[in-house]
Nanobody, 127 residues
Framework: QVQLVESGGGLVQAGGSLRLSCIASGRTISSYAVGWFRQAPGKEREFVAAISRAGGSTFYPDSVKGRFTISRDNAKNTVSLQMNSLKPEDTAVYYC????????????????????WGQGTQIIVSS
């Protein structure tokens, strides 16, 4: 069973950038499609980005498209989320999630598709 740990959260001004990392242990992350989700206070958790096992396929919702980039380095057992042009509405706890898959090219954007989750990292974007 894989364990996922997020890091890189913090406080940033609007317009700034942050890079989150999701580091896997217990299993090699190359066997997992990975997604990032976020949950703001009083709101439901929402999808932010997804990447396939091999890294060739990615998917974003319109709310972050063009500002966020998901990538992976399977040799380092890490999936990253580069976040640029941050807005106050990006404030949330960010979670990475993993799903073991035989497919190299499939990504998942539904929360229910992911059985493995990290503990989350807080992002606060000040205006």
């Amino acid at each position: 069973q894989v364990q996922l740990v997020e890091s890189g959260g913090g406080l940033v001004q609007a317009g700034g950038s942050l890079r989150l990392s999701c580091i896997a242990s217990g299993r090699t992350i190359s066997s997992y499609a990975v997604g990032w989700f976020r949950q703001a206070p009083g709101k439901e958790r929402e999808f932010v980005a997804a990447i396939s096992r091999a890294g060739g396929s990615t998917f974003y919702p319109d709310s972050v498209k063009g500002r966020f980039t998901i990538s992976r380095d399977n040799a380092k057992n890490t999936v990253s989320l580069q976040m640029n042009s941050l807005k106050p509405e990006d404030t949330a706890v960010y979670y990475c999630a993993g799903r073991s898959t035989d497919s190299r090219d499939v990504y998942y954007y539904r929360e229910a598709a992911y059985p493995y989750w990290g503990q989350g990292t807080q992002i606060i974007v000040s205006s």
